[in-house]
């Protein structure tokens, strides 16, 4: 035999071995996967809704003084993975238990906290509709007539379309979606692929997630926090609602914010979705930008409470999974002027 | 002649190094003006009206640095705990032409303008600077006039800072990055610093860019107490609270070449050349022009119109992109040549 013919065929074997992904090019990037555990507590609420009264035959009681039928306030506890904001993790170098009364990432000297990676579990994504501005996620409606019952459900405010027409029914919302985005398919909208979070055995909710290429470093703490919905509208303190073609009166600066007399303030949205279509001119929302690097500035906003990991988990095995568990941890706003702010924004 | 394979395996060897200087890359220094200025550690003036504001204008001019490095002007001051603003106006002004429908171009038939920007932009007079302000620990430049010290050079204050995991993340400290402290050719950086008090701060004006026509890019900066928010209120209250573009706020930075310092401003200890206040040699017309440019109410064009006519008038053409000359029949224009514009309709 050859020294030729002995040769070729190892240059493959040994051509083929570098392909397969035997060769380790040093990199620390990795898909890192786990699960996030969000407490029961953050997915209750009590809805305060105005209802008529019955009589016994089921009709509406009128008042014999000026002939307008009667309300009564009715409370009803709400418990439903429908209530879980949008979820946000990031991995961090370090986390302080008590930075601001809760965990939160260590900042550097500029305020940033210099997340490694992170995801979010429920996305903005454009609503189709200027009601559903900054109140509807990705991944928690299965369909449309779900979503509309919800906020129908929760929130004492009727739903309209652009021209201020009743919704009455989950169609309406598509059909909006396809004539506005040119979509023909539910998949292509993204508002309805079903609640991502599951209870488990413990009664809390669930729901696996992948932070795609991230760079990872052993001794990452993984750490989140859930922005919870408002309880007037269901807004979402981390969508930007207005874009850069209407003011939103939130401050956007430390020196805005000092001026309206607190501390806290917003910055504008990376990707935010503006409807200029014939009739339909409105910033429909979009995800604020910095919330993994600056996650304090909106942890403590709104007249919703948020809720935040107690413990941060350590990653030190990128192929191993951590659970990271958002407990029953609210996060309070304890300045009253940030619900003035917030109040002016609706 | 022949190269021979050697020599150029010996350039490229010494190109690859990385550590060659190229001392002579870029236009070179002009006599007399500094590619580096350092005007020392200023203290915040007190303005209460805009005729205030406009006497404790700083003026200056500086050039290319004759090396790979871009120029520009820095001084310190140290922070009060209070707020302070840095304005800073590069020469002079600069607009994109006008490019929508033909129609709006042309002259009505009583005589009245188009659209205001019709007319172009004389690009080859216009710079730009880049306004960065951070604490003097963080800055990574060398402070200085070049003309005095060869070691000057313009910085930022990028720093590598550690994390607690040992890795190094590089961190901007620029305390106006994400501000107003944004804006291209030719158009005013402004940012307000909530400043510690005692704490050292140097603000670095890095000369992006300086003027085609004669390489000198003239500025003027304002370092006042209290927010940019209040200045600017200055110039509304002094204009009739009508619509302006912040081009308005400092005025008169377009200044004659070759001019002596002003005299206010050798007492100060200020780099040559450099001007106080009333004292600056502001290019005759300039003034009027940044005020037609910045005055919303004003039309532009008019001006462009009325200058083409003019030059005309005295036998002269437009100097673009080169020092003007009487005696060879130049004469320097701030419009551009509306000859480089689309042709009108007939």
Redesign the interface.
């Known amino acids: 035999m050859s020294t030729d013919r002995l040769i070729r065929p190892l240059g493959g074997l040994v051509m083929t071995a570098l392909l397969t992904g035997c060769y380790d090019e040093g990199l620390s990037i990795f898909d890192l996967d786990g699960t996030v555990v969000v407490a029961r507590e953050a997915a209750t609420r009590t809805v305060v809704m105005r209802e008529p009264v019955l009589d016994e035959n089921g009709n509406p009681e009128i008042n014999p003084a000026d002939g307008k039928p009667i309300f009564e306030t009715v409370e009803t506890v709400v418990e439903d993975p429908n209530l879980i904001g949008p979820v946000y993790l990031g991995l961090y170098?370090?986390t302080e238990p008590n930075q601001y009364g809760y965990r939160h990432p260590?900042q550097?000297?500029?305020g940033?906290s210099?997340p490694y990676a992170g995801t979010t579990l429920g996305d903005f994504y454009h609503p189709c509709v200027q009601a559903l501005n900054c109140r509807v996620l990705s991944n928690r409606f299965g369909d449309f007539d779900e979503m509309l019952d919800w906020f129908d459900t929760m929130y004492d405010v009727p739903m309209v379309d652009d021209l201020m027409q009743d919704i009455t029914t989950g169609q309406q919302i598509r059909q909006a979606c396809i004539d506005l985005l040119f979509y023909t398919t539910d998949d292509e909208i993204r508002l309805t692929q079903g609640n991502q979070f599951v209870e488990n055995e413990d009664g809390d909710f669930e729901a696996p997630f992948r932070i795609w290429q991230a760079n990872f470093?052993?001794?990452?703490e993984a750490w989140a926090f859930m922005d919870a919905p408002d309880e007037v509208f269901g807004y979402f303190d981390t969508c930007w609602p207005h874009g850069d073609q209407q003011s939103d009166p939130r401050p956007t600066?430390?020196?805005e914010a000092q001026q309206q007399g607190t501390d806290l303030y917003v910055t504008p949205a990376g990707g935010n979705y503006f409807e200029n279509t014939y009739t339909r001119q409105y910033s429909v929302g979009g995800p604020a930008r910095d919330v993994l690097s600056d996650p304090w500035r909106y942890m403590a906003l709104g007249d919703g409470l948020n809720w935040v990991v107690t413990e941060a988990p350590v990653w030190e095995d990128p192929y191993e999974t951590v659970t990271v568990v958002i407990d029953d941890n609210p996060i309070i706003p304890d300045d009253a002027s940030v619900g003035v702010v917030e109040e002016e924004a609706q | 002649m022949m190269v021979s394979p050697r020599n150029l395996m010996v350039l490229a060897a010494v190109g690859m190094t990385g550590c060659m200087s190229f001392p002579n890359l870029g236009q070179q220094p002009i006599d007399g003006v500094p590619g580096v200025a350092h005007f020392g550690t200023l203290t915040p003036a007190t303005v209460a009206s805009y005729e205030d504001a406009q006497n404790r204008a700083v003026f200056g001019e500086v050039g290319p640095t004759g090396t790979s490095f871009a120029g520009g002007f820095t001084f310190d001051f140290v922070g009060t705990g209070e707020q302070v603003c840095i304005w800073v106006d590069p020469e002079i002004v600069t607009w994109n032409s006008y490019l929508g429908a033909i129609g709006d171009l042309v002259p009505a038939e009583d005589g009245a303008p188009g659209s205001a920007f019709a007319y172009p932009d004389n690009i080859g007079d216009d710079g730009d600077i880049d306004l960065r302000v951070g604490q003097s620990v963080f800055y990574t430049g060398t402070v200085g006039t070049d003309l005095e010290e060869a070691s000057a050079r313009i910085g930022n204050f990028l720093v590598d800072i550690t994390d607690s995991l040992g890795n190094t993340i590089p961190s901007d400290l620029d305390l106006c990055s994400g501000t107003a402290a944004l804006g291209g050719r030719g158009v005013p950086e402004l940012c307000t610093i909530d400043t510690i008090e005692g704490v050292s701060y140097t603000a670095a004006m890095q000369a992006f860019s300086v003027p085609l026509d004669d390489f000198r890019l003239s500025y003027g900066f304002l370092f006042v107490e209290g927010g940019c928010d209040e200045l600017a209120a200055l110039y509304s209250e002094f204009a009739g609270n009508k619509f302006y573009t912040k081009e308005c706020v400092l005025q008169g930075e377009g200044l004659i070449p070759g001019s002596e310092s002003g005299a206010a401003a050798a007492q100060a200890g200020f780099p040559t050349p450099s001007w106080i206040g009333g004292e600056a040699p502001v290019i005759p017309g300039s003034r009027d022009f940044e005020s037609n440019f910045c005055d919303d109410n004003i039309d532009l064009q008019t001006f462009c119109v009325t200058e083409a006519a003019d030059v005309e008038a005295r036998g002269l053409r437009c100097a673009w992109g080169e020092p003007a000359n009487e005696d060879e029949g130049t004469t320097r224009c701030f419009c551009g040549d509306p000859s480089t514009l689309p042709r009108l309709a007939d």
Not at chain 1, 217 to 220: D, V
């Open positions: 170098a370090e260590v550097g000297p500029d940033k210099f470093a052993a001794g990452l600066s430390l020196t």
